[in-house]
């Protein structure tokens, strides 16, 4: 079974800086896309970054130029450099892993963007 933990939330000032941490149990990055989702009370959950096996990577539009997600096969772990937080990213981020219709999910972790 694969498990997959987040660390590195917290709270933060706005205008500040956060790096996620998601450390898969196995080997699961040579051939599964990474993407980072958060989700606030009574909202879907939101794709907010992804990298694939080839190191592509996408953003939603409300953190683009912000965040940045990047992925060490080495250590099996995926990270989500978070600048400039604002107010609206607070938020649970949770860590996920696809490859066809294998999908795996963390516990999350939660984000607090407050003065």
């Known amino acids: 079974q694969v498990q997959l933990v987040e660390s590195g939330g917290g709270l933060v000032q706005p205008g500040g800086s956060l790096r996620l941490s998601c450390a898969a149990s196995r080997s699961i990055f040579s051939g599964y896309t990474m993407n980072w989702y958060r989700q606030t009370p009574g909202k879907q959950r939101e794709l907010v970054a992804t990298i694939t096996s080839g190191d592509s990577t996408d953003y939603a539009k409300s953190v683009k130029g912000r965040f940045t997600i990047s992925r060490d096969n080495a250590k099996n772990t995926v990270y989500l450099e978070m600048n400039s937080l604002k107010p609206e990213d607070t938020a649970v981020y949770y860590c996920?892993?696809?490859?066809?219709?294998?999908?795996?999910w963390g516990q999350g972790t939660q984000v607090t963007v407050s003065s």
């Open positions: 996920n892993a696809q490859l066809l219709v294998k999908v795996y």
